[in-house]
C-alpha cells in the first residue's frame, strides 16, 4: 500500500549541529506538510509545500518538496535545545488518505 | 491553544470495556480527524469526517466507531477494548479538507486499558 517513509528514526545532534531529516512516498503527493511534536505535547503545523521543487525558509528551518513530488526534507541549521522533538511529513494519500510518515526524533546534546 | 479541545485528557480502563473520546474542532472548521498514536509510533490516522458525513477512512478496527455531530464535534467509540488499544488519540481539524491547510491538533486523549 501507499507509503510515506521518514529517515532517520533518531538522530542526537550537538548543540549548534545541522539536523536534516527525509520524507519519501511511494506515490506523487499533491503537497506535503511537516509537523512538529515537542515531548509530551502535540503536533504542530509548520509548513505545507505544494509546487515541485519548492523551497520554503522560516528561519533556521529549510523545506523542500521534490521535483517528482514524491519527496521532501527538513533542514535545521544550527540547532537549539528549543528544537528537541519529532518531526513528522504527511501528505495526501489516494483515497483522501491522510498518511503521516513515523517521524524523525531529534536529540540535542548540550 | 490549537482551539481544539479533547476530553478526556486521560482516562484509565479495563479490557473489553468501552469508552468515548469526544473532540471540539475550532470554531468554524468543518472537517475532524482522528488519530492514534501508540509508544514511539508515528500518527496513524483513523478516519475523518467533514461537515457530518464520513470522508475518508484509514486502519479503524471495527470496534472503534465515530461520528460527528450537526454542531460539529465529533466522537469516537472504542469498544471490547484490548490492552494493544493503550494509545494517544488525537483529534484535529480543518477549514475544509486537508489538501487545502493545515491541520490544528487537540492535546489528546491518553487511554489505558489494564
Known amino acids: 500500500g501507499q507509503q510515506v517513509m521518514q529517515i532517520p528514526q533518531y538522530q542526537h545532534v550537538q548543540e549548534g549541529e545541522d539536523f536534516t531529516t527525509y520524507c519519501n512516498s511511494s506515490?506523487?503527493?499533491?503537497?506535503i506538510q511537516w509537523y512538529k511534536q515537542r515531548p509530551g505535547g502535540h503536533p504542530v503545523f509548520l509548513i505545507q509545500l505544494v509546487k515541485s521543487g519548492e523551497v520554503k525558509k522560516q528561519k533556521r528551518l529549510t523545506f523542500q518538496f521534490g521535483e517528482a513530488k514524491k519527496n521532501s526534507s527538513l533542514h535545521i541549521t544550527a540547532t537549539q535545545t528549543t528544537d528537541v522533538g519529532t518531526y513528522f511529513c504527511a501528505g495526501p494519500g489516494r483515497d483522501d488518505k491522510i498518511i503521516f510518515g513515523k517521524g524523525t526524533r531529534l536529540h540535542i546534546l548540550p | 491553544d490549537s482551539g481544539v479541545t479533547q476530553t478526556p485528557k486521560h482516562l484509565i480502563t479495563a479490557t473489553g470495556q468501552r469508552v468515548t473520546l469526544r473532540c471540539s474542532p475550532r470554531s468554524g472548521d468543518l472537517s475532524v480527524y482522528w488519530y492514534q498514536q501508540s509508544l514511539d509510533q508515528g500518527l496513524q490516522f483513523l478516519i475523518q469526517?467533514?461537515?457530518?458525513?464520513?470522508?475518508a477512512k484509514g486502519n479503524i478496527l471495527e470496534r472503534f466507531s465515530a461520528q460527528q455531530f450537526p454542531d460539529l464535534h465529533s466522537e469516537l467509540n472504542l469498544s471490547s477494548l484490548e490492552l494493544g488499544d493503550s494509545a494517544l488519540y488525537f483529534c484535529?481539524?480543518?477549514?475544509?479538507?486537508?489538501?487545502?491547510?493545515?491541520?490544528?491538533f487537540g492535546e489528546g486523549s491518553r487511554l489505558t486499558v489494564l
Open positions: 506515490t506523487t503527493l499533491s503537497n
Open positions: 484535529a481539524s480543518s477549514v475544509e479538507d486537508f489538501s487545502t491547510g493545515e491541520l490544528f
Open positions: 469526517y467533514y461537515n457530518g458525513e464520513e470522508r
